[in-house]
């Protein structure tokens, strides 16, 4: 199986690098693909560029076996829409399982997501929640096309997940880190320090390269 791990990694930090490493010992991914955002279109635009956040990312994940920083998304141009990059995985492995990793507000959200129903033929969703999930009564805040969609996805087994390429939707625990790339980026504008909250050659690179200090 393989993870995809999507966002604008603007910065990259420890709740992410910590989450990722998570699921990919507990779901015995083969690989864990991040794969930075170029134009996300439900979010602000990340502040750092697109060279800068994968030289962050490259930083961060270096040494780390299992993890792979993909940069289809930075090469393609217009909005990075996730089934444009789940369509593009399916072409370069087209029988191996691909577990796209969203949170729990990603997943409440999921049926604004573009060609959204396609994303479940491409892929299983392994949605991820941390204290205070409750389960069912959440899902219930779930349009009623998204209920209906989700009824019949859910597994609990991780085989199951194994036996097919996509189609499932899987919680998945994990640590709860309350790091915030806002945060990061806030401290670092003001001149505090934010070390510990990330990889200390990414604040390295932030710091020599002044990203956030002007904005």
């Given amino acids: ?44 635009q990340p502040q750092a560029t ?16 299992g993890f792979v920083v993909d940069r289809r998304e930075l090469d393609r141009p217009g909005p990075s829409y996730m089934v444009d990059t789940l369509t593009s995985l399916r072409e370069e ?11 729990t507000d990603a997943l409440l959200a999921f049926d604004r997501w573009h060609r959204w129903q396609e994303i479940g033929e ?11 999930w409750r389960g069912q009564e959440d899902l219930g805040r779930a ?28 919680f998945q625990s994990v640590t709860q880190l309350a790091i915030s790339a806002t945060d990061i980026r806030m401290r670092t504008k003001s001149g505090r320090s934010v070390r510990y909250l990330l990889p200390e050659a990414v604040r390295e690179y932030i710091e020599s390269s002044q990203i956030y200090r002007s904005v």
């Avoid at 492995?93 to 949170?103: T, V």
């Fill in 1 to 44: 199986m393989i993870g995809v791990f999507g966002g604008t990694f603007d910065p990259v930090h420890f709740g992410h690098l910590r989450c990722a490493l998570e699921l990919l010992e507990s779901l015995a991914l083969v690989e864990m693909r991040l794969i930075p955002c170029r134009q996300p279109p439900h979010r602000p």
């Fill in 93 to 103: 492995f087209p029988r191996s399982p691909l577990c796209l990793i969203i949170g």
């Fill in 143 to 170: 349009g009623r096309e998204l209920q209906q969609w989700l009824s019949g996805r859910l597994v609990t087994d991780l085989a199951v997940l194994r036996s097919a390429p996509a189609g499932k939707v899987l």
């Fill in 122 to 132: 491409l892929a299983h969703l392994v949605v991820i929640y941390r204290p205070g």
């Fill in 50 to 65: 697109a060279e800068q956040r994968l030289a962050m990312l490259e930083l961060a994940t270096s040494g780390q076996p």
